[in-house]
């Protein structure tokens, strides 16, 4: 899978998933670092067809609006460790694999995984 890491995450999150052999940038790697907006990620995120990682809820609103970013993977736990955001994607990180296969949207809580219904179809 592709990933987009957002700016308010740790780059360590990308090179965690770069190391279990995905493919990951962080905002931080962008021509504008973390000054890229909202719409400019969401729309790098849909032409390198890479997911949003993000505990920003606009880009949720950006997508049942428009449509883009085309999938998102929204982390709703509140402030969390570094190590402990790494730990929960070690345990997780089949099932979040699993979830967009079924949907665009996922969100990702310390406690589950859960496949969003989206009116955007997937590609």
Not at 13 to 30: E, F
Not at 53 to 66: A, Q, R, V, W
Not at 99 to 104: D, E, L, M, R
Request: aromatic content about 8%.
């Amino acid at each position: 899978m592709k990933f987009l890491v957002d700016a308010q995450l740790p780059r360590r999150c990308a090179h965690w998933l770069t190391s279990q052999g995905h493919d990951a940038v962080h905002t931080l790697d962008l021509a504008q670092a973390n000054r890229t907006g909202d719409h400019e990620i969401a729309a790098f995120s849909d032409i390198h067809q890479r997911i949003v990682i993000t505990k920003d809820s606009d880009f949720l609103d950006l997508h049942y609006l428009k449509g883009s970013p085309e999938r998102v993977l929204y982390l709703s736990f509140g402030n969390i460790t570094n190590a402990r955001l790494l730990e929960l994607f070690a345990q997780n990180l089949s099932e979040i694999e699993t979830a967009f296969t079924q949907s665009n949207i996922v969100e990702f809580s310390s406690e589950l995984v859960t496949a969003w219904e989206s009116p955007h179809p997937q590609h």
